[in-house]
């Protein structure tokens, strides 16, 4: 696609948005600010200006002035008003230009625009840009995260026994930010193999790597020798994904502790809708006879690690 086309793909697409906004609001005085051609430094509110209702702001966003661009247009805007933005991304960088060219990653921009306080209504994508309309929702979240975010070895939250929260050591395998870009691709995504999401773009090369071999999962040992987990057992899920199941085998998975060996990866479910029904009927297995259960689940899924039959 040529940059003129690309350009007035963007501007119709933007144009359709604006048109449809003041129709929907035809007695009120809309307030719009083209801010694509101003310098990123200079887009804090100036002191007696009217907060814009949208701002359009429609060039390719660098990694490094990401969360300060994003975090300067929050503060500009009125409260609940929009961004629209259109940025080059890309979903699937190779193994080379991630270590040696990196660039701004399609989850990456999805986090960053959570974490600034904004929530994604509409996108679009035209090759490797991104159009998008982000609504601010909150004020943006703070710095620590983002530091947060770019550990290699970090804590992450999922649910455990009883529905309490406890803090499963993980090993990077996605962008920084992914988390948040959770509730966006289940929304756009359809669940493949173990009931995981398909083409998950916030899985780094690297990722797929240490997810291919298991290496990822290793520092949840910590866990099991902390006593947060068991050996085997069903996996514990962050909040987000818990909620996509259904509400009787949330209430199931609540009464026993998750296992290190997710017992998914002795069934290798196809599908989301799969996967539910191989943890129902592992906890109801499990219910009658958890010895003999756990041992033949366990068997099966260290024939499905000799094997390397995970997926990512």
Not at 36 to 64: C, M, R, V, Y
Not at 112 to 139: E, M, P, R, Y
Not at 160 to 176: A, T, V
Request: glycine share 6%.
């Amino acid at each position: 696609m040529s940059k003129n086309t690309l350009k007035n793909k963007v501007k119709a697409q933007t144009q359709k948005f604006l048109e449809g906004y003041f129709k929907k609001f035809p007695q009120k005085k809309l307030l719009v600010e083209d801010l694509t051609h101003s310098d990123p430094k200079n887009l804090a509110p100036k002191q007696g200006k009217l907060h814009p209702d949208i701002i359009i702001f429609q060039k390719n966003l660098e990694i490094s002035t990401l969360y300060s661009t994003l975090t300067l247009i929050n503060q500009r805007l009125k409260k609940e008003g929009f961004l629209v933005g259109a940025t080059k991304v890309f979903e699937n960088h190779s193994l080379t230009n991630y270590f040696f060219n990196p660039s701004l990653s399609k989850c990456e921009l999805l986090g960053f625009l959570v974490h600034a306080g904004f929530k994604v209504i509409k996108d679009k994508d035209f090759n490797s840009h991104f159009w998008f309309v982000a609504q601010k929702t909150k004020s943006p979240g703070g710095e620590a995260q983002i530091k947060k975010a770019k550990s290699v070895l970090f804590l992450q939250d999922r649910i455990g026994k009883n529905g309490k929260k406890l803090q499963l050591f993980k090993l990077r395998s996605m962008y920084p930010m992914a988390h948040l870009a959770q509730s966006y691709l289940y929304k756009k995504q359809n669940f493949g193999r173990l009931g995981k999401p398909e083409n998950d773009f916030r899985i780094t090369p690297l990722g797929k790597i240490l997810r291919k071999y298991w290496i990822d999962e290793l520092p949840q040992i910590l866990n099991f020798l902390k006593g947060d987990v068991t050996l085997i057992g069903v996996r514990p899920l962050t909040e987000g994904f818990f909620k996509v199941l259904p509400k009787d085998l949330q209430k199931e998975r609540q009464k026993i502790k998750p296992g290190l060996i997710p017992q998914c990866y002795a069934d290798r479910p196809k599908d989301l809708k799969d996967r539910i029904t191989s943890e129902k009927k592992y906890l109801k297995k499990r219910k009658k006879s958890p010895f003999l259960t756990d041992l033949n689940y366990l068997l099966r899924a260290f024939l499905a690690i000799l094997t390397g039959e995970r997926g990512h």
